[in-house]
């Protein structure tokens, strides 16, 4: 039994405050908005601190309420491959001395199974959320601790390391597809590109050739930027895209008559018009080509 952790009530206050970014910013968060803290009794508490990436707020007297992995401005360091692989994540500890006093709060946190935030950095200054997260397996030798990913439902009884291994597991699918939507909408000024619709939570990304996969999950130069309705009939294999970026529908919906305004407005109109492209991001020719002919057959 561990023991009792005394700032239980400063954590079940911050994943309360998280929940409500995350349903309005959604799971990956800009720094500027973690930077803004929670209020907790009348008093400003920091979620992360943007130098150290072990952190615990002064107001909370044992274990770390939160850690950080950034990617650095200049390159994308963390991949995709950093996510867990087979069980938890792996979190290097700060430095080459296991008993830091960052170091030791982590530790003290594993200790108390207390649960903490994972801000697991995707770009320059943009974090995923995983919350609440758990030490798992330390390695003092290594420097490194596991990290894994339980269920906000559940605060009170915390599930076993190997429950909670398989559940990360079973989410990184998820956790990959918020990456790459990210990404691949911060490429394309976060607009559709088929039509150019630019409302946040009616864009997602689609994956332009499933096999394209190289290092195991897709990356922005094999994905587009769609509306949910342009995601949708081109996941269908309704719409296709030509490497030079001609759009093209399938005839069972340009020769469709009678189809509603939806059809004569939002798809017909997009028929030999042109995607373009944005400067910094596009998918290979090679996934496009790809996929064009599968579209192809298929219509
Ligand atoms: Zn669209």
């Known amino acids: 039994m561990p023991p009792t952790d005394p700032d239980a009530e400063i954590r079940l206050v911050a994943f ?24 907790h009794r009348g008093e400003r508490i920091l979620f992360a601190n943007r130098a150290r990436g072990i952190f615990r ?7 770390a309420l939160s850690i950080k992995t950034t990617v650095p401005k200049a390159g994308r360091v963390a991949r995709y491959d950093d996510l867990a692989v087979e069980g938890g994540f792996v ?8 008993d830091t006093f960052d170091n030791n709060a ?29 030490a798992g397996a330390i ?9 894994v990913i339980g269920s906000a439902n559940e605060l009170a009884t915390r599930a076993t390391t190997e429950v909670l291994r398989r559940r990360t597991v079973v989410a990184k699918p998820r956790w ?13 000024d976060h607009r559709c590109a088929v039509c150019s619709l630019s409302t946040p939570a009616l864009l997602d990304a689609s994956v332009v050739w ?20 342009h995601r949708d009939v081109f996941d269908l ?62 219509a």
């Open 210 to 229: 499933p096999d394209g996969a190289l290092r195991g999950a897709p990356e922005e130069d094999n994905a587009l930027p769609l509306c949910l309705l």
């Open 57 to 63: 707020p002064k107001q909370m007297t044992a274990g």
């Open 106 to 134: 982590l530790e003290y946190s594993a200790s108390l199974d207390a649960p903490m935030i994972y801000f697991f950095g995707v770009a320059p200054a943009r974090y995923l959320v995983l919350f609440p997260a758990y």
């Open 91 to 98: 979190y290097h500890f700060q430095g080459t001395d296991p």
């Open 237 to 298: 294999d309704l719409l296709g895209i030509e490497p030079v970026g001609t759009i093209r529908l399938a005839r069972s919906l340009t020769a469709a008559v009678g189809g509603g305004p939806v059809l004569d407005a939002a798809l017909k109109p997009f028929d030999g018009a042109r995607v373009r492209w944005p400067s910094v991001s596009r998918p290979r020719d090679e996934f496009l080509l790809q996929r064009f002919e599968r579209f192809a057959r298929a």
């Open 139 to 147: 390695d003092r030798t290594a420097l490194t601790c596991e990290v």
């Open 176 to 188: 990959e597809h918020a990456i790459l939507r990210d990404r691949t909408l911060s490429a394309w």
């Open 16 to 39: 309360d405050a998280l929940r409500s970014l995350v349903a309005r910013h959604g799971e990956i968060l800009p720094w500027e908005v973690i930077a803004e803290g929670f209020q």
